[in-house]
């Protein structure tokens, strides 16, 4: 199997389900372990994403935060893959903002594909992507130049151990990253790196 963001072949396992990329320190599942569509669906449909939730709210605080620090309302922003309830948005167009929304279950409509924008937002989704390499080289292309890239996942650092971490239990989670797996992404994709913390990216389009 190669590395699905950067094509390395995976030779080096953490553990018997996850490979790690000797280039761009990603860690990769076996894609064996893939779910099907119609499981991760069924999957997604349990989360409890109820966009009146303060405890929702607050989990994906510090996404909607950036956002209206760095964004104005007369911006035009993306939800990429904002699940069945889409929390973020609905907070930012309660501010002025214009969200058009996308994800591939539940506002499956590919009408955002029309449009350019000033900000794409991400939240908890760029740890399921099977193909990583493909969905950051569109959401790219989506960007205006200087646009900004916001990324909520669970960045793994060393001192977790590694094969007990509630990000890598779960089933539905296909990609973890690091914060060198950032560096890579920025540098190999064409972003300037705004902010890397543990949960919060934000990626600048050169
Ligand atoms: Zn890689």
């Not at 779960?170 to 890579?184: A, G, M, N, P, Q």
Request: glycine share 4%; hydrophobic share 35%; with cysteine.
């Amino acid at each position: 199997m190669n590395c699905t963001l950067c094509n390395t072949v995976l030779v080096d396992k953490m553990d018997d389900v996850y490979f790690i990329c000797s280039t761009c320190n990603g860690y990769v599942k076996r894609n064996d372990l893939f779910f099907t569509a119609e499981n991760e669906k069924k999957h997604y449909e349990q989360h409890h994403n109820d966009v009146n939730d303060t405890g929702y709210q607050n989990f994906t605080a510090p996404v909607t935060n950036a956002i209206l620090k760095l964004c104005k309302p007369n911006m035009l922003g993306l939800d990429y893959g904002c699940g069945k309830g889409p929390v973020i948005t609905k907070q930012l167009t309660e501010k002025g903002f214009c969200v058009h929304l996308y994800d591939p279950y539940f506002y499956p409509d590919t009408a955002y594909l029309n449009y350019t924008y000033d900000f794409i937002f991400s939240c908890e989704v760029f740890e399921h992507f099977y193909n990583p390499f493909a969905e950051i080289t569109k959401l790219y292309g989506l960007l205006k130049p200087n646009g900004l890239l916001l990324i909520k996942t669970h960045l793994f650092n060393q001192q977790t151990d590694f094969t007990n971490w509630y990000y890598r239990k779960d089933l539905t989670h296909v990609f973890i990253y690091t914060f060198k797996t950032f560096e890579f992404i920025a540098l190999n994709f064409g972003f300037d790196l705004i902010e890397l913390s543990e949960k919060l990216i934000i990626l600048r389009k050169k």
